[in-house]
Structures are given as structure tokens and as C-alpha cells.
């Protein structure tokens, strides 16, 4: 049965929740001094912005608590991409991964960097190539997502199964591969065996996403053996139903979402739920989810001649996120 621990941050910080839902969901069994561990935070912002990005202080207190179990650790995410792109490795430097890395001993990588393999993705009668870091596929024992609870112009939410978005390494392939999207990012899961989420609820996004909302203090973390169960929790407590998100719904569809009576709790996860939370898209923002949910409408926006045109055209009217 999948486990979820959850706690108050405001109880106990960050590092002494980690280490106890560790020991909560077994992880001394299962990662050995060997294993490599590979951490996706989200980082989809050029400097930090609570709600928006995973907290630098999660993560070092992450690695603090897998050092108990192993020090063959790697931070990884990828470039962003759209028509405002940033390199990943100058994130990496503001928000001081990079010391920290040096601080205790393990590594940070740009997956664009990154050789990369296809996997194959069947979606509504195509056959689909994905490319994912060999590193991910080849090198890596145990894989830790690090989201954060958001909600999602697109996606509706943006949690623990859809953080893996960022391990395609190359931005243009996640544009075009949009209108798969339900499909594409099941297969992503399965291909990098997702061990454990490790959701950063110290604050949550909440109005407009992924980056445009209003950030809300939340001060919970929770830590999962199933990142299928975390993402139904996590839109339980921000009081939305999973469901309505597309792509859990294809999920519910094709292998199942657990309820409440497949999951062990730590504690009643209800207490928790504190905001409502809801999308609430501007007018700019539905070209980009047309773009999102349908195939013509995605190579005319990233693949057609005109797709700079139609970009300098929309950012005419709408400002650009950073």
C-alpha cells in the first residue's frame, strides 16, 4: 500500500520532518550506501520565488537526511525553454546549489547537457520518441522529485508526477510533445522508476501558474513511496479535485489513482487543507493552452514559419514571465 507522511513544518523544520518520514516509509531498506540518487527539484524561475520553485533550504536539508543512507547524490533539472528561455546552470549559481554542492560533496547537473535516449510513447495513434538522460536511465538507483503544490495554467496542478516534465532535456521537445501530454509524462514516470516524492508544501501557488500566482504559506512537507498517491493527496488538501486535472484523469483511466483507504497516513492529512485553491487563467494565457492541448495549434506555435511572428505578436500584449 503506498505511504504518505506528512508534518508541520512550523513543529518541526525541515530536516528533522525528512529524516522521520524517512524512517516512517522504510528508505533504510531500500537505498544502500551504493545507490546513486538522483533530486529533481522544480526550478522554473531565474531566481527563487516561494510558491513558484522548490526552497533551496528543503533541499539542502534533503541531502543532509540522504547522507545517512548514501553521499552518491546529484542534484539535476534541465534548461527552461519557450521564448523566454534561461540556462539552468545560472539558477543553479543564484540560488547557491552550486556551494552547496561543493559544501557536501555531491553534484549538480544540467540534463540539456546531458547525452540523451529515446523511449517510446504510444499516444492517440502516434507513435511518440521522447528523449530522457541516459544518466537518469543508466546511472541512477533511486529517483527523489521535489515539487511543490501549485496550481498550473495548463495542467491544472502541477505535483509530484508532473515535476518530471523537466527531466526532457531539451526545451524545444517538451513545446512539441504538449499535446501529448498525459500520456508522454506516464511514461516518463515509468521510465525513471520515481521512488520517492519529497513535496515542498512550505508554500503553494495558488490563482495562477506556473509562475504567475500568488504564493501562499502552507508550512506542511510531505514525503511518499507513490507520487501517484502524493499528487491525490496534495490536490485533496489544496481542496481541488484530482480528477479535473486531465492528466490525473488519464491516470485514473489507464492504471488507477488510490484513495484514501489504499494509503497509509502518517496522520489525518485533512488538517492540512487550509486554502482553497483555483485557476484563474488570463486572457494571454489561452493561446499558450491551445497550444498545449492540440497538435496543429502546437506546430503553428513552435514548429511553422511563422512561430516567431505569432511569439513577438502575443508578447506585443502580454508581458513575458521574467
Same mark, same amino acid.
Given at each position: 500500500m503506498p505511504q504518505i507522511y506528512i508534518a508541520s513544518l512550523s513543529e518541526t523544520g525541515y530536516l528533522s520532518a525528512i529524516r522521520e518520514g524517512f524512517e *516512517?516509509?522504510?528508505v533504510g531498506g531500500k537505498l544502500k550506501p551504493s545507490d546513486r540518487v538522483c533530486i529533481k527539484p522544480n526550478l @522554473?524561475?531565474? @531566481?527563487? +520565488?516561494p510558491g513558484v520553485m522548490t526552497n533551496p533550504e528543503c533541499l539542502e536539508n534533503l541531502i543532509i537526511a540522504l547522507r545517512d543512507y548514501t553521499d552518491r547524490i546529484t542534484i539535476v533539472e534541465a534548461d527552461s525553454g519557450g521564448y523566454n528561455p534561461f540556462r539552468i546552470d545560472d539558477v543553479f549559481e543564484k540560488l547557491g546549489l552550486n556551494a552547496l554542492a561543493k559544501r557536501y560533496g555531491v553534484g549538480v547537473v544540467n540534463l540539456s547537457d546531458e547525452p540523451? *535516449?529515446? &523511449?517510446?510513447?504510444a499516444s492517440r495513434g502516434r507513435q511518440l520518441q521522447v528523449p530522457l538522460p541516459c544518466m537518469l536511465l543508466d546511472d541512477c538507483d533511486f529517483f527523489i522529485t521535489v515539487p511543490v503544490p501549485k496550481v498550473h495554467c495548463n495542467t491544472l496542478v502541477s505535483l509530484a508526477v508532473k515535476n518530471q516534465w523537466g527531466c526532457i532535456p531539451q526545451p +524545444?521537445?517538451?513545446?512539441?510533445? /504538449?499535446?501529448?501530454?498525459?500520456?508522454?509524462? /506516464? %511514461?516518463?514516470?515509468?521510465?525513471? +522508476?520515481t521512488a520517492l516524492a519529497v513535496v515542498d508544501g512550505r508554500y503553494g501557488l495558488n490563482r495562477n501558474g506556473p509562475m504567475r500566482g500568488d504564493a501562499v504559506e502552507l508550512n506542511w512537507l510531505m514525503v511518499s513511496d507513490d507520487i501517484y498517491a502524493a499528487d491525490v493527496v496534495c490536490c485533496r488538501i489544496m481542496r &481541488? %479535485?484530482? *480528477? %479535473?486535472?486531465? /492528466?490525473? +484523469?488519464?491516470?485514473e483511466k489507464t492504471c488507477g489513482l488510490p484513495s484514501d483507504q489504499d494509503i497509509v497516513f502518517s496522520q489525518d492529512y485533512r488538517k492540512f487543507s487550509t486554502h482553497q485553491f483555483y485557476l484563474r487563467r488570463e486572457w494571454t494565457d489561452y493561446p499558450g493552452l491551445v497550444a498545449f492541448r492540440s497538435k496543429m495549434a502546437a506546430y503553428w506555435a513552435y514548429r511553422s514559419?511563422?512561430?516567431?511572428?505569432? /511569439?513577438?505578436?502575443?508578447?506585443?500584449?502580454? %508581458?513575458p514571465f521574467y
Open positions: *516512517r516509509l522504510g @522554473t524561475f531565474p @531566481t527563487f +520565488r540523451a *535516449r529515446n &523511449i517510446p510513447v +524545444r521537445a517538451r513545446l512539441e510533445l /504538449h499535446p501529448f501530454f498525459p500520456q508522454v509524462i /506516464h %511514461e516518463v514516470n515509468k521510465a525513471l +522508476r &481541488i %479535485e484530482p *480528477r %479535473e486535472a486531465p /492528466h490525473l +484523469r488519464y491516470l514559419p511563422l512561430a516567431g511572428f505569432l /511569439h513577438r505578436v502575443l508578447y506585443l500584449v502580454r %508581458e
